[in-house]
């Protein structure tokens, strides 16, 4: 016999997305009331776009605290940063950028053999970390994305250096955050922890949350390279023997130019994105992003050197 204290249970438990989300929102207030000065990492891709839609939720009807910050390879895909430019404009933000193209310019940098960029801004984030005495910085990263980022706590620390050394991870029982660092070190900050690829989807299906159109399926000229579809441009793709064709395609990640792989799909709407990625076995870093392909441990060492 169903009670009325079986049926007010039953209608005020949170779903699965609500809990993820009281979580991450639990988490911007912890970072608003622990540290001096947050920053949003903000590259107009579906994860920094749903962590910016929580901290909006976080902070309403105030304004998100925060600044963004934008790491601008100079390879970035065009339709994204009008996106990021539009949402910026529209919730009023300040937006910090940090160009890769810059360093490479006063010669801080120097450009890769193949082209990518995505490794290169490590040196431009912690530079735009120490200049804008940014004490938290949160991240869109994921457990599920990739082994290294499953070894991440919610708050990672990282030393004077930027360095992060998974052998000083803190333990975050009870959902209880330790901000506590040194002169000079900072924090990582990672809402989007637990949450999966799909989830994400469905925040967004649910939240009608607007991303860049690249995200749907579309017609693009792309050419094939390590079983990937990449887009031509000034980066340095095609090759001479590389053959550019118009296929329909869509991206699971957002990334460099250079080295994010779309892939083929008929997915036009959100409904036919979920239904996709329910029946992918393979996370989106791990079948788009050919940075993550260097070696066995290539997020691993560039997350050692300071990166994302």
């Given at each position: 016999m169903t009670t009325a204290t079986d049926r007010l249970v039953a209608t005020t438990a949170l779903s699965h997305l609500d809990v993820l989300e009281a979580e991450s929102v639990h988490v911007f207030r912890e970072v608003a009331g622990e540290f001096e000065r947050p920053v949003i990492l903000f590259s107009g891709g579906k994860d920094s776009i749903v962590m910016l839609h929580l901290a909006l939720k976080a902070f309403w009807p105030a304004p998100v605290p925060f600044a963004l910050l934008h790491v601008d390879t100079g390879h970035n895909f065009p339709e994204v940063i009008a996106y990021r430019d539009r949402v910026v404009a529209e919730h009023d933000l300040r937006l910090h950028v940090a160009s890769v193209q810059e360093f490479i310019d006063d010669g801080r940098l120097r450009e890769r053999p193949d082209g990518t960029r995505n490794p290169l801004q490590t040196v431009p984030l912690l530079d735009a970390i120490e200049r804008g005495k940014f004490d938290a910085v949160f991240g869109g990263g994921r457990r599920d994305e990739e082994k290294a980022r499953a070894k991440e706590r919610v708050f990672s620390l990282r030393d004077e250096f930027g360095a992060w050394d998974p052998r000083r991870q803190r333990p975050e029982l009870w959902s209880l955050y330790n901000g506590r660092h040194a002169v000079g070190e900072h924090v990582r900050v990672f809402p989007l922890?637990?949450?999966?690829?799909?989830?994400?989807?469905?925040?967004?299906?649910?939240?009608?949350?607007?991303?860049?159109?690249?995200?749907?399926?579309?017609?693009?000229?792309?050419?094939?390279?390590?079983?990937m579809w990449l887009t031509a441009g000034d980066w340095g793709g095609p090759r001479e023997h590389e053959t550019v064709e118009r296929r329909l395609v869509r991206y699971r990640t957002v990334g460099d130019m250079s080295c994010t792989g779309a892939v083929d799909s008929d997915a036009a709407t959100i409904e036919a994105v979920i239904t996709e990625i329910a029946a992918s076995r393979l996370t989106e870093r791990g079948a788009t992003r050919a940075d993550d392909k260097l070696s066995e441990a290539a997020m691993e060492d560039r997350k050692r050197e300071g990166y994302f």
């Open positions: 922890s637990n949450w999966t690829e799909l989830d994400v989807w469905q925040y967004i299906e649910r939240e009608s949350i607007e991303l860049p159109e690249i995200y749907y399926a579309h017609e693009r000229e792309v050419f094939a390279r390590d079983g």
